[in-house]
C-alpha cells in the first residue's frame, strides 16, 4: 500500500470519535481512535497490517482509488462558466454594511456597446466550447439601476443565443428595490434571480435603508412577491449580524412561508468602515452556528433548501467564487476581471485578478492572466491543514485567504468548520451527533480550533475520547 | 413606451387588454385573447416587443434596439414603426395618447 501522495484525508474531532472526510472521494464516515490509527499506519506509515475487518477492507479500497483532480491543469483551455456584467456600481439603496462601495462610487453606467462586445465574446465562447446554454449574471452596485444596460444585453444575448444555437440564461444578483414593471421584465426574461432581504422589516430596515430613515422593506417584499408569481429560481439572501442572528430560524421559516423562495442564502456580515460606524457587527461564529444549522434545518423541513455556501457540501472545488473558476466580469469601465469586487479592493492585497477589457466593439482577454488567477485561487496556504479545504476552498480570496494573509484560523473558517462539520453529519443521517456536537461547547472550541486535520497529523491529535 | 405628440401629449403603446404573451427562447409567444389566434414574434422583432412593455422614451428605446440588434439608426427605427403599425392593425398592441402630467404621475 502506497502512502497517500496529497491531503484529500482529514480526521475531524467529535464529541464521541472522529468523522473522517475525504472530500475529493466524496467519502465521510465516522471512526473511533483505533480505525484512525489503522488508516494512519496504512497511508501515512506505510505499514501492511494484516487481519482487518471486511468493513475495513472495503474502506482502505476505496480510499486507495485516486482522488478527483478538482484543480485544471496548467494547460487547460479557458472555459469560462459565465460572463458576468456589472452593469453600475451606483445602488439606490444605502445600506449600512455594504462591502462594495456602492455609497462612493460614482454613478458610472456601462455604455451600451461595452455591454453587447461582452454578450458577443461570451455567445463566441459558448459555442466555441460546445456548451448548450449562454449564461450571463448581472452584479452590481444595483444592477437594475442601470435598467437601459440590462435590458440591451438581455435582447442582445437572446439574438446571439439563437444564432449560436445556445439557450439563453440569464441570473441577476439584486436589492428588489424597484417598481413593478422592472419586477415584471425580470420576471419574464431572467431564470435565476438572488434578492437581499435580512428578515422582517424592523431588521431589514435597519440593515438595509433606502436613505437615512427610510427602509426599503415593503417595496422589497412587494418585488419578491411579484417574482414569485413568475417561473424563475428565487434565491433569498440573509445578511446575517448580531442584529438578526439569534431569530434565524424564526426569519427562515417566516421567509420560507411567505416568499416560497427555492433556496435561502445565509451569510454573515463583512465589516466594512461603514458597518463598523453605523454598529453593526458579524455575528460571533459559535451563536452562527449554532442558529445556522438550526435555520437549514428548520428550511429543510418546509420543503426549502436553505445554505451557508461556505459550508455547501455539493462536491469538491477549489475555489470558493468566480476567482480562479476563469470567469469574465465586465465592469463598467470596460475591465474584465476574476472578482466582482472594486480594483482598489484587491490591489490592496496585492492581488492581480484583472484579465481582459473591453476595446471598442471587442472583449480581449487574457488567457496568460486567467490562468495565473487560477494558480492563485488554488493555493491558499491557510486552508492546507483544514478539512474544509476543497469545500468551503478558502471563502473570499480577497477577503478571507489573499496571499500572505495569517494562517490562523478567523471566525469565517470557524463558523465554516462548525457548520461543515455538522452538514456532513446531517448528510449522512446523523443529526444526533451534530446535534451533540452544537450542544457542547468544548467539542466546538476543538473542532473549531483544530490547526492540523490531516490524518498524518493523526497521532497527535486531542479530542475525540468519548 | 411612450413618445411625444402634440405640445403636453405623449403617445403611449401598451399591450391589449386581451392580450398576454411570454417568453421562450426563440422569441415571443403571444395569444390573443379575443380570437384565441397564438403567435410566434421571432428576433429581432421579439426585441421589439420587450421595448414596447417598457415605461421608455422612444429615444431610449431606439438606443437599446440599435445596441440590441446591431442596426443602424435607421434600420432599428424603420423596425420599430413596422412592428408597431402592424402589431396596432393585428389588435395586440394599443396606441393611446395621453397626458404628460398624467403619464408622469402614473409612473
Redesign the interface.
Known sequence: MSKLPDSDLFAVPLPKGFLLFSPRRRLAVRLNRQALMVLFRIFVAGDHPSGLSPEMDALVAELSQPPEQVIPSANTAVSPPFLGLITTRACNLACAYCAFGSRTSPDERMPLATAVAAVDWMAHQARRLARETLDIHFFGGEPFAAPEVVDTAVLRGRIMAEQSGLRPHFEASTNGYYTADQADFIGAYFHAVVVSIDGPAPVHDRHRPAAPGKGSFDRVAETIQRLGRWELKLCLRVCVSTENVASLEEIVSWLGHTFRPSVINLETLQPTPESVAAGLRPPDPVEFAVHGHRAIRRARSQGIKAVYSAAEMDGPRYTFCPVGRDTIIVSPDGQAASCYLPRWEWKQRDLTLEVGRVDGANLHVDSRAIRRVRRAAAHKPRCRRCFCRWTCAGGCLVNQTWPGCPHAYDDFCRQTRLLSACALLDAMGDSAEADGVLTDARAMAVLAEHADDRLENFPTMAGGHG | MVEPAAPGRIIQYECASTTTW??D???VIVVDGSTGAIRRIP??E??VW??I????AWG?VM???S????LDGAAASSLLQRCLAEWTAAGLIRMTTKDALESIAH?
Open positions: 411570454a417568453v427562447d426563440r422569441g428576433h429581432p421579439a426585441a420587450a421595448l412593455q417598457r415605461p421608455y431610449r438606443n437599446i434596439l445596441a440590441a440588434t446591431g409612473g
